[in-house]
């Protein structure tokens, strides 16, 4: 699964060391040597988990759906996003939205425990 492209529809097989790799980026934090380029690539659609080849010279709009099961592979890329942000207004003004983590403290109650002062609670 790939880290780099959260919606990959398929993998790459690289030319270079002939595995399989979700994007560039996974090759490229698995080798050492960088990807070989090439005008035909191989690929493995992940629907059906069947293996194609396109030649990248003659490439057309046809071309971005699987030949075996039609899925659509070539979509906009979801990429993992670092998101910093404050959900609600300002905390200065309003601190409902602080979540208080700490754990209360219960203490065990038992009928059998005789305290001198609080015998209403336990009689009933």
């Known amino acids: 699964m790939c880290k780099h492209i959260l919606n990959a529809q398929v993998s790459i097989r690289a030319p270079c060391c002939k595995a399989w790799y979700d994007c560039a ?6 080798q050492t040597h960088p990807l070989a380029k090439t005008t ?7 629907k059906c988990k069947k293996a194609f080849r396109k030649d990248m010279t003659a490439y057309e709009e046809s071309d971005e759906y699987c ?3 039609d ?4 979509i906009e890329a ?3 996003q670092a998101v910093i942000g ?3 207004e300002d ?8 979540k208080d983590d700490r754990v209360k403290g219960t203490e065990n109650r038992s009928i059998f425990r005789v305290a001198e002062d609080d015998f209403s609670e336990r009689i009933g």
Do not use: I, Q, S, W
């Not at 035909?40 to 992940?46: D, G, H, L, N, S």
């Not at 899925?71 to 070539?74: E, I, K, M, S």
């Open 67 to 69: 030949p075996h099961c």
């Open 78 to 80: 979801k990429t993992p």
């Open 71 to 74: 899925n659509h592979y070539v």
């Open 91 to 98: 905390t200065r003004v309003d601190a409902r939205m602080l």
């Open 25 to 30: 980026e996974c090759h490229g934090e698995v």
């Open 86 to 88: 404050v959900e609600g």
């Open 40 to 46: 035909e690539m191989a690929f493995m659609c992940k």
